[in-house]
């Protein structure tokens, strides 16, 4: 803990890139591990073309947010230490794959979601094609779509153009945003240091971006509980849960 608390204290510009570890320890489960989402939904099913053309797919997906936004979760440890690091003018930001928008609940102000959100909801159309949502422009929180859920509707509507709701989040198959992936390229090739929190470096594009961001000079640190492609490739490596490792590098 030692050699990661030395180098924060001497960067900067520090870029955190988290994935679906850091929010374990909140109470959010993960997807891939043991015991994850995927081992009770079928990760085939929920691409966005089965997303359009099944509705059964829609209630199955529902069911998973339902089960993803149970209890309310709150930031964790390692969640308000990168707040601490961003209000200290020592980092730029943070990337991150989640979709669970923990990273604002613990203060974190720069944040990009390359995968989107699920706190929101909006109008992908009521046929869109090749990844690519076609709705009207409605957007509502998430909140608004459980109100109708609870009430008995398995399979809500645009209100305005009668089209597919779907949370905001980017599903297989989908089209990812331009303007997220670019801002996250950018904001990485700054960085002095790269922390990769909670990630298994498995999905990609998103997997690349800390390697890009080491390629431009900064030193990439790994935390997760489990060995990742990159490891041999990080400047330092700590298999651990991520709140107590930067609890103590940072808040301590």
């Not at 320890?25 to 073309?49: A, L, M």
């Not at 509705?55 to 440890?77: H, I, K, Q, Y």
Request: overall charge negative; proline content about 5%.
């Amino acid at each position: 803990m030692t050699e990661l608390a030395e180098l924060l204290r001497d960067a900067q510009r520090v870029v955190a890139f988290t994935g679906a570890g850091i929010s374990t320890e909140s109470g959010i489960p993960d997807f891939r591990s043991p015991g994850g989402v995927w081992t009770r939904y079928d990760p085939r099913e929920f691409t966005f073309d089965r997303y359009v053309e099944s509705a059964e797919v829609r209630r199955n997906s529902w069911a998973m947010r339902t089960e993803l936004f149970d209890g309310r979760p709150s930031p964790n440890a390692a969640h308000r230490a990168l707040a601490q690091l961003e209000s200290e003018g020592r980092a730029l930001g943070v990337i991150t794959q989640n979709i669970d928008g923990l990273h604002q609940d613990a203060g974190s102000r720069k944040v990009i979601e390359i995968h989107g959100t699920m706190r929101d909801v909006e109008c992908i159309g009521a046929a869109p094609r090749m990844g690519t949502p076609d709705g009207c422009g409605f957007r509502r929180e998430a909140e608004w779509v459980f109100a109708l859920l609870e009430g008995g509707q398995d399979d809500p509507r645009c209100p305005q153009c009668g089209g597919i709701i779907k949370s905001a989040t980017i599903s297989f198959g989908q089209m990812m945003p331009t303007d997220a992936m670019e801002e996250a390229v950018d904001i990485v090739q700054q960085a002095d240091v790269v922390l990769t929190i909670g990630s298994s470096l498995q999905v990609y594009p998103a997997a690349e971006i800390p390697m890009i961001g080491k390629e431009a000079g900064a030193r990439m640190v790994i935390i997760n509980r489990e060995e990742t492609p990159y490891d041999s490739q990080a400047d330092l490596v700590i298999h651990a849960n991520a709140g107590e490792t930067l609890q103590r590098a940072v808040l301590d």
